[in-house]
């Protein structure tokens, strides 16, 4: 059974930076069919909005509301990270890391981290 722990949320100023990591515990089996890893995002009263994802053979995607000041990495198996900069108020947010697997184009894994917070403010 997967887990996975993130880190490295807080407070930081407009135009900083952060960067989020997420690791994933478990069996050796169970991380091996990890092949996906996506960041979300969910701010009061807002729906949860996809950020970046990155597959294990090293495709990513960035939505264009943070392209260019967000840069996903990490093999989309036992990590990834989220390289946050030039932040703004409207990055604040939950950030929640979610692991999956795919065969065929089906889901057969899904896994949610806890999520960290992420607050940009004077």
């Known amino acids: 059974q997967v887990q996975l722990v993130e880190s490295g949320g807080g407070l930081v100023q407009p135009g900083g930076s952060l960067r989020l990591s997420c690791a994933a515990s478990g069996t050796s089996d169970s991380i091996s069919k990890i092949n996906a890893m996506t960041w979300y995002r969910q701010a009061p009263g807002k729906e949860r909005e996809l950020v970046a994802f990155i597959s294990s053979g090293g495709s990513t995607n960035i939505v264009d509301s943070v392209k260019g000041r967000f840069i996903i990495s990490g093999d989309a198996k036992n990590t990834v990270y989220l390289q946050m900069n030039s932040l703004i108020p409207e990055d604040s947010g939950v950030y929640y890391c979610?692991?999956?697997?795919?065969?065929?184009?089906?889901?057969?894994?899904?896994?949610w981290g806890q999520g960290t917070q992420v607050t940009v403010s004077l």
């Open positions: 979610k692991a999956e697997a795919y065969a065929a184009g089906y889901r057969y894994l899904e896994v």
